[in-house]
């Protein structure tokens, strides 16, 4: 694998999460497992939300696009490090590492906006339920999700852009499992600060913006659920924006450690991007259908109906 400096790299190396044999073996069956878990926990979801009528509301309008972005992100993903941990063939091209970057970026951009649209979402239904029907509309809807989509789109070009116009000569082994501009630039054989502050500003607006508008959401759901006179009403709302609180400490959490931090955190990036590349598609629909009466109800019903169809 080692390349002379003046030899441009044609393909990389991904040094994945172990060598030992035992241990990928016992990845393989692991991620497989979550990844069978991610398709049909968010097939499962997107279809009862197309087939209910009740779920046609702006929270599961939005709840569908963050499924959608949930399968799309793992596909980007999962498989290819299955084949490599089976095969034991770690090799990618150029071309392919790009196509993965630029995948992985589009995909959990467009979900940090998803959820901050979201946390905007739920307080309006929660702090401000008379106006909520007026403001929320489908336009209105379609408007926030198209620019959560947009906003993907442009930070992943801004971030693989930069990320790939840098020289790449000498050392092609990529120490992560994936290819992701912090492991990446290490690489890189020239100085990578101007990219470092390109990477960071998307960060800036696509991870911490986000982040400051649930921050700022709940903050005022919590104090509009304070004032409640009736108990039976803070539960409800408790149990309806605690499944997207967990989704929010799980995804943010983990990519501000990977993508807001130094380069010393890089080896413990490679670990944490783990929780959401690969854990965190797979919890979004269980989170949010376990602790959601809707989503019981409308999983009964479509139930009901088919076994009604073939008696």
């Known amino acids: 694998m080692n390349q002379t400096n003046k030899t441009w790299v044609t393909e990389f190396f991904l040094l994945g999460l172990s060598d030992d044999p035992q241990t990928q073996l016992l990845l393989s069956v692991l991620f497989l497992a979550v990844y069978l878990g991610t398709i049909l926990g ?10 209910d009528s009740q779920l046609h509301t702006p ?3 939005f709840l569908y696009n963050l499924s959608l972005a949930d399968l799309c992100f793992s596909t980007t993903t999962v498989p290819q490090t299955l084949v490599h941990l089976l095969s034991g063939r770690k090799l990618i091209s150029f071309t392919g590492c790009a196509g993965q970057l630029f995948f992985i970026l589009f995909f959990g951009s467009t979900e940090c906006s998803l959820l901050g649209v979201m946390s905007y979402d739920r307080y309006l239904a929660i702090c401000d339920p008379m106006h909520y029907p007026l403001i929320m509309t489908w336009r209105t809807c379609g408007l926030f999700a198209l620019g959560c989509w947009f906003s993907g789109l442009f930070a992943s070009s801004m ?12 050392d092609n082994r990529i120490a992560h499992f994936i290819c992701e501009p912090p492991a990446l630039l290490v690489l890189a054989s020239t100085d990578t600060d101007s990219t470092e502050m390109v990477i960071f500003l998307m ?43 967990i989704v929010v400490i799980i995804f943010y959490g983990s990519a501000i450690i990977n993508y807001m931090t130094p380069k010393s955190s890089r080896e413990l990036g490679k670990m944490v991007s783990v929780f959401y590349l690969v854990i965190n598609p797979m919890l979004n629909p269980f989170i949010y259908s376990l602790r959601n009466k809707d989503v019981k109800r409308a999983f009964k019903n479509v139930a009901n109906r088919r076994t009604f169809c073939r008696t």
């Open 42 to 51: 968010n097939l499962l979801l997107t279809s009862l939300i197309l087939l």
């Open 203 to 245: 960060g800036v607006v696509i991870l911490l913006a986000p982040v400051s508008l649930i921050i700022i959401s709940y903050m005022c759901i919590v104090v509009s659920v304070i004032r409640m006179k009736k108990t039976s009403g803070r539960l409800k709302v408790f149990s309806t924006c605690g499944s997207h609180l």
């Open 159 to 170: 971030d693989t852009i930069f990320t790939l116009s840098l020289p790449y000569q000498g």
């Open 59 to 61: 929270m599961y309008f």
